[in-house]
Structure formats: C-alpha cells, structure tokens
C-alpha cells in the first residue's frame, strides 16, 4: 500500500532550527512536496523535490532521498508565525498525491 | 498562482439536507480537485473534476452523495447531499499548475467549514 509517516507534533523555540522528516511509501515516485498549514486554514505549497539533495528556500529548505523514501524540511531562524502544522505528500505514478496526515509545528518563546 | 475562492466559507446545515459549495478560479485550469479534511486528520481526495467530462471518484466515495459539476474551466461546485453529523469537515478545492522545476503543483481554496447539527 502507500503511505506517508511523519511526526504528529514537535516543538521548537524562537530562533532556532528544526528539522521534520518524513517518510514515503508509493506506487511509483513522481515528486514530494511539503505543504505548510495554518490552523482553520488551507494549505499552502512550500517546496517541490523530484532529484536527490537540497532545495533552499530562505529559511526553509527540503531535502530528498529517493533510494531511502525519505524526506525532511528543515526550517531556520524560526519564528512564532511558523507554527503550524507542515503536510508532506508524496506524488505517485498515476499523479496522485498521497498525502501525511500532518506535523503540528509549536514554537515557544 | 492560481487565486482561488470558494463559496460559502462555512455553514451550519440540518441533518438530511444539502449543501453545495462552489469553487471559482481565476484563470483557466484543467484539473480541478475536491478533498475533505476532518479535524486532526489528513486531506483526503473525494473527486477529480475535469471539464467536459465525468468527475473520477475516490474508494468511499460516490456520485449521489457527493455531485460534482464542472462547467467551464474556471468554476466547479460539490454538493453534499443528505448530510449526517459525520458530514462535518473542511471541504477543500484545489487546482493543479505545471511550475518550471516545481512539478504539477496543487494550490488551494480557503475552505468551507461544514458543520451538520
């Protein structure tokens, strides 16, 4: 079957960095992406990996590894806005995205 | 991006009515998408609208519970029909654009809160 694990929650202090991974299993492999989603909001698109390595971004970043079904996003210089929680979805053969059910992100002071 | 809107924002409906959300793009797309989100869990993908043809739905879900209409390429509506208490979600549109370098991307609506007394 597939399926999409990560973290439920993880907290981080202002300032700092934190790193949430994610793991993969899918029919065919045609893309991660990682979603940001703010309580009673829609997600939003944060980053794209198709190719091995790391993709920067500002203060996020997002890396992939195909042969280990593994991904992480990794945020820097954290903020109190960037609590959230953060989705990471898998695209399939068919184009289907696969979707994690969601790392909720706590930032402390 | 695509900007996308969607109508009403939230509801509060009777058990065994219905409701129909409506979903408004700002440019012409092809592939249309309508997800739920329960509190806590997961998107989960109902339908794929497509213009001029059938919406494709997902395992669990099925036609004359959850009606889809695709007019035009711009605007797409899902009904929930005969709603129950476990009705109760975030129904999501999303649209889907080729990015150069960032794959066939899904951007969201805002969402309609569902609630089903």
């Known amino acids: 079957g597939q399926n999409i694990d990560q973290p439920t929650e993880m907290t981080a202090t202002e300032g700092a960095i934190v790193q949430i991974n994610c793991t993969y299993q899918t029919s065919g492999f045609n893309g991660l992406f990682w979603y940001q989603q703010h309580a009673g909001e829609a997600p939003t698109f944060l980053s794209y990996n198709v190719l091995d390595g790391l993709e920067e971004k500002g203060r996020f970043s997002s890396f992939l590894s195909r042969s280990k079904g593994y991904s992480y996003l990794l945020l820097k210089e954290l903020q109190m806005k960037d609590s959230a929680s953060y989705l990471c979805a898998g695209l399939d053969s068919n184009y289907q995205l696969i979707w994690g059910a969601g790392t909720k992100l706590i930032i402390k002071p | 991006s695509a900007v996308i809107s969607q109508k009403p924002s939230r509801d509060i409906c009777q058990r065994g009515t219905s409701l129909t959300i409506q979903c408004q793009v700002d440019s012409q797309v092809t592939m249309m998408f309508w997800y739920r989100q329960q509190p806590g869990q997961s998107l989960t993908l109902i339908a794929t609208a497509n213009q001029g043809s059938e919406a494709t739905y997902e395992s669990g879900f099925v036609i004359d519970k959850f009606p889809i209409s695709r007019p035009n390429l711009t605007f797409s509506t899902l009904t929930v029909s005969n709603m129950s208490p476990e009705d109760s979600s975030i129904y999501l549109c999303?649209?889907?654009?080729?990015?150069?370098?960032?794959?066939?991307?899904?951007?969201f609506g805002p969402g309609t809160r569902l609630t089903v007394l």
């Open positions: 999303s649209v889907e654009e080729e990015n150069r370098g960032q794959g066939n991307t899904q951007y």
